[in-house]
């Protein structure tokens, strides 16, 4: 018996792609200063004293490209750029990476939960 050989794809046609999922949700610390901001303050009515400050995000690059490039002032949210101070990937790391619908729903989700937790916190 002869083995049948494998389809060969036409010359210049393309394979379908494997999708990969590669979205994050990213948290960044913000310096205690940021609690003099009216907009900040006005955000958070349930922080509690001593909780840390910190900013909810997502993106499809990796989360520490994306801090450099709030800190360099590219596509910067304000507070990341005045105020960030590190990532805490303590508190994103389980959920990465994902698919874009997912990190859209969870960066509103993580923002949330850590504001309940008495964060304070700033999601865009």
């Not at 049948?4 to 610390?29: D, F, L, N, S």
């Not at 205690?32 to 009216?38: A, G, I, M, S, Y």
């Amino acid at each position: 018996m002869a083995a049948e050989a494998a389809p060969v794809a036409a010359k210049g046609a393309r394979r379908p792609r494997e999708k990969r999922h590669h979205h994050h949700v990213y948290v960044v610390e913000l310096a205690d200063q940021v609690w003099n901001e009216p907009r900040f303050r006005k955000a958070n009515p349930d922080y509690r004293l001593g909780m840390p400050f910190v900013y909810v995000g997502m993106t499809g690059l990796d989360p520490d490209l994306r801090f450099d490039k709030h800190k360099a002032g590219i596509q910067a949210n304000r507070f990341v750029f005045d105020y960030g101070l590190r990532l805490l990937p303590r508190l994103y790391e389980v959920y990465n990476p994902m698919p874009y619908e997912a990190a859209r729903e969870m960066e509103v989700e993580l923002a949330i939960g850590l504001r309940e937790a008495g964060y304070g916190v700033w999601q865009a």
